[in-house]
């Protein structure tokens, strides 16, 4: 399979498109183990659709808050194009890191690496930037780990510290195949590491545009539009104070009382809803277990 391959965007630059596919047959090798033990805390919150999506925007959000990121995925890949697409990409990369054999999700990680290691440019400021840079490779890595599990803990259903703990520790052997080198491991260390890049973080139309977009619905058209733009706010919901602040998104995005309870409805149906197609599912199966061990509590 071929992670990448480069085209030419209608704009006439040049970008890496991931050809890594959205769909991925879960129940192969047989027994071959994920890098997530099957009883983890990982498994229950990636199995759930409605914090994958909210956690996902925010950690969009707090990655495009640094103009060296937002640079780099503007200029170099699919996303002015085919921001969904591109999203979707990425979720079926975060899925392989926790449900897929180790084989598949080694040779995934390492087609991402090769992809990045042919990005790098200039802001428009004029401060040069690659995607190999540590910092970003940190910041981008940390942003996921706090949108996943702050969107489940809020959204659908709290968990305790010892759970919280868990999920912030075990992760580790995933994020360093990515070239993570410093990997948090509790809110307070991430928000330690946002303090240090806060200086940076600038508000820019490309944020709103992307949250247009996710309120628009065009990614799943058959649920209705005020779901979306209900979990499109609930990701502004779940950023930082002072990263709403800077990324000045104003009233427009708060999210309202009655959104909130829908948002928290249509987290905890997701939770219950076992879907024989979902990567959870599939790998329960490679494993020899029941395809619903993700769904039970």
Excluded: C
Excluded at 19 to 38: R, V
Excluded at 56 to 78: C, K, N, P
Excluded at 121 to 127: A, F, L, Q, R
Excluded at 268 to 289: I, M
């Amino acid at each position: 399979m071929n992670e990448h391959s480069s085209i030419t965007r209608t704009d006439g630059k040049a970008y890496q498109r991931s050809t890594t596919p959205t769909k991925f047959d879960f129940t192969k090798p047989a027994g071959e183990p994920a890098f997530s033990d099957p009883g983890s805390v990982h498994w229950r919150i990636f199995k759930n659709s409605i914090a994958m999506a909210i956690g996902g925007v925010a950690a969009v959000l707090l990655e495009f808050a640094d103009a060296r990121i937002r640079s780099g995925v503007w200029d170099h890949s699919v996303y002015p194009v085919d921001p969904i697409g591109r999203s979707q990409r990425t979720g079926m990369a975060a899925m392989l890191g926790v449900y897929g054999p180790q084989s598949m999700a080694r040779k995934v990680i390492a087609g991402v690496g090769r992809m990045h290691a042919k990005v790098s440019g200039e802001t428009p400021k004029g401060e040069a930037y690659t995607a190999l840079d540590p910092e970003l490779l940190d910041w981008v890595s940390a942003t996921a780990q706090y949108g996943f599990l702050t969107a489940y803990d809020r959204f659908v259903y709290k968990l305790s510290d010892e759970e919280k703990h868990e999920y912030w520790t075990g992760g580790d052997e995933v994020a360093k195949l990515y070239g993570v080198t410093e990997i948090p491991h509790s809110e307070a260390e991430f928000l330690a590491m946002m303090e240090r890049l806060v200086p940076r973080f600038e508000p820019h139309q490309i944020n709103s545009d992307f949250l247009e977009i996710v309120s628009s619905g065009k990614a799943r058209p058959e649920i209705p539009k005020f779901i979306h733009k209900a979990l499109a706010r609930a990701a502004v919901d779940i950023l930082p104070p002072v990263v709403r602040q800077k990324l000045e998104l104003g009233p427009e995005w708060n999210l309202s009382y009655p959104e909130r309870l829908l948002v928290k409805f249509v987290g905890r149906a997701a939770d219950k809803k076992v879907e024989s197609g979902h990567p959870a599912y599939q790998a329960a199966l490679r494993l020899g277990l029941p395809g619903d061990t993700a769904w039970r509590r």
